[in-house]
């Protein structure tokens, strides 16, 4: 298994260019989030979606999009980027949210907006 | 709304030192409790969680927690750190009827000397 997988690992933008961080996993999970880590903010969840066709805001959404058409494919969205979107992104996958069940996490996405 | 407390943002100790980390939540209702641990450079994994059960939970690499449902929360502990300790720390916690979603602390830098 290659668990969850993220790419680009590092990507510089331009103030108001657009962009797709992808990520997928290959365990079957239904629960998929994406998380944004900034230096003393720890991690705040952007989007996370509980199945295929399935998606809801978490805490930080405004300027990121997420669709899930697959249960495997998780993409987020930047529609304009700036540069408080600086930060490093996390994907992560579970069997289920609740329960106990452990969160996967993705190798992140280093993103810089000049 | 629910809320993770870590109080330690940075901490340093020297080798074979014991080890304290303080996580505390604001929510009277039922939880599920983890630590995630990032080492530099590296994505966050599981380092242990607490669902149900034994509220004393030992976790990899010598790691332990107890739940204290009186006081909210729920402290890590190694009796005795290793310079390979040094890490980020995350405690997690999912509260139930709190939507599918998963809440971090801010995190714990921990820095071990030789």
């Known amino acids: 298994n290659a668990g969850v997988t993220q790419t680009p690992k590092f990507q510089v933008l331009k103030t108001g260019q657009s962009m797709t961080l992808q990520c997928a996993q290959d365990?079957?999970?239904?629960?998929m989030s994406w998380y944004r880590q900034d230096p003393g903010m720890g991690l705040r969840l952007i989007h996370y979606s509980v199945g295929a066709g399935i998606t809801d805001q978490g805490e930080v959404p405004n300027g990121y999009n997420v669709s899930r058409s697959t249960t495997e494919d998780f993409p987020l969205r930047l529609l304009s980027a700036a540069p408080s979107q600086t930060s490093v992104y996390f994907c992560?996958?579970?069997?289920?949210?609740?329960?106990?069940?452990?969160?996967?996490f993705g190798p992140g996405t280093r993103l810089t907006v000049t | 709304a629910q809320s993770v407390s870590q109080h330690n943002h940075h901490v340093i100790l020297s080798e074979a030192a014991s080890l304290e980390l303080g996580c505390n939540y604001s929510?009277?209702?039922?939880?599920?409790l983890f630590w995630y641990v990032q080492y530099p450079g590296q994505h966050l994994q599981l380092l242990l969680k607490?669902?149900?059960?034994?509220?004393l939970v030992k976790g990899i690499k010598g790691f332990e927690a107890e739940f204290i449902k009186s006081k909210f929360s729920f402290n890590l502990r190694k009796p005795s750190v290793q310079w390979s300790d040094t890490a980020e720390y995350f405690c997690?916690?999912?509260?139930?009827?709190?939507?599918?979603?998963?809440?971090f602390g801010t995190g714990t830098q921990l820095k071990v000397e030789l």
């Open positions: 607490y669902f149900s059960g034994d509220p």
């Open positions: 992560a996958s579970s069997y289920s949210i609740g329960s106990g069940y452990e969160q996967y």
């Open positions: 365990m079957n999970h239904e629960y």
């Open positions: 929510y009277g209702g039922t939880v599920n």
């Open positions: 997690a916690v999912y509260f139930t009827g709190g939507g599918n979603k998963l809440t």
